[in-house]
């Protein structure tokens, strides 16, 4: 009973720090930083995804004296050193100390790349992010009823695998109730939820093989059939821990994979 305990345990403590990368690398995440200009050190954060209608508001922080444009173009893998980027100046508020400029609203999928371009007046100019631009991806929104038991099925599965992994190492391994709701909750986190939440977010509820190649889809699809061996495995095999380790290792390694990464087309 203790042994189960710190089983279970174990898998809490790496299902959460799996989930905690997923939703940190991905390339929707904000990016945060500090930046100087002239005198001026602050910290800024970027966002990477809008959701919903209306226009994208980008805020920077704003100090005595500080001016700036905002600078965005159509998102391209290969960007020309001539591409052109639309200029508009960041306008001041009155209520906060921050400066403000819009990026027009695009359709569900689409990208910008944007910046901010500040200077304090004395001839000091820096530019956020210090990567040198951020990309914005455009989605609708998600209604909470999908993509919160969207969320947790996924992580449920993980957890799961986790746990399914570990007892592996154990002596007599019992195997069939952990590889079989692993199994569930992947199918239903990963399809018809999952095609709930793209669809919503996007207008295309697949996008991966054999339609496309979204990278969140075709790792979805690589976990299940993986737990789908897995399955087939614990009914047909004296001994299918190999199989069932397997699948959890290329569980893990998909939740490697930052979330929403989309591979070049």
């Known amino acids: 009973m203790r042994t189960n305990v710190w089983l279970w ?3 809490v403590v790496i299902t959460l720090v799996m989930g905690a990368w997923q939703r940190v690398s991905g390339p929707t995440y904000p990016i945060s930083g500090k930046a100087t200009v002239g005198a001026s050190r602050f910290a800024y954060r ?8 209306g226009d994208h508001i980008v805020e920077v922080p704003a100090r005595p004296g500080m001016s700036g444009t905002l600078e965005w173009r159509e998102h391209v893998l290969t960007p020309a050193a001539t591409e052109v980027w639309t200029v508009v100046p960041l306008a001041s508020l009155s209520s906060r100390p921050v400066l403000v400029a819009a990026i027009p609203h695009h359709g569900p999928g689409q990208k910008v790349d944007y910046r901010a371009v500040l200077s304090d007046g004395s001839g000091a100019t820096t530019t956020l992010p210090a990567s040198g631009q951020a990309t914005l991806r455009f989605r609708s929104d998600v209604p909470p009823w999908v993509l919160i038991p969207h969320i947790l099925a996924m992580m449920g599965a993980l957890l799961l695998s986790v746990r399914a992994a570990l007892e592996c190492f154990r002596r007599e391994p019992k195997l069939r109730f952990l590889t079989l709701r692993t199994l569930s909750a992947l199918f239903i986190g ?3 939820l999952g095609w709930l939440v793209s669809g919503y977010a ?7 093989f054999p339609l496309g190649n979204d990278a969140t889809d075709n790792k979805t699809l690589l976990a299940f059939v993986g737990w789908l061996v897995a399955t087939v495995a614990v009914f047909k095999l004296k001994n299918p821990r190999a199989v069932v380790l397997g699948a959890a290792v290329i569980m893990f390694l998909v939740y490697l994979v930052p ?3 989309t591979l070049p087309r």
């Open 46 to 53: 970027l966002e990477r995804t809008h959701a919903g209608a």
């Open 190 to 192: 990963g399809f018809p």
């Open 202 to 208: 996007f207008g295309q509820p697949w996008g991966g």
């Open 259 to 261: 979330h929403s990464f």
């Open 9 to 11: 345990a174990v898998a």
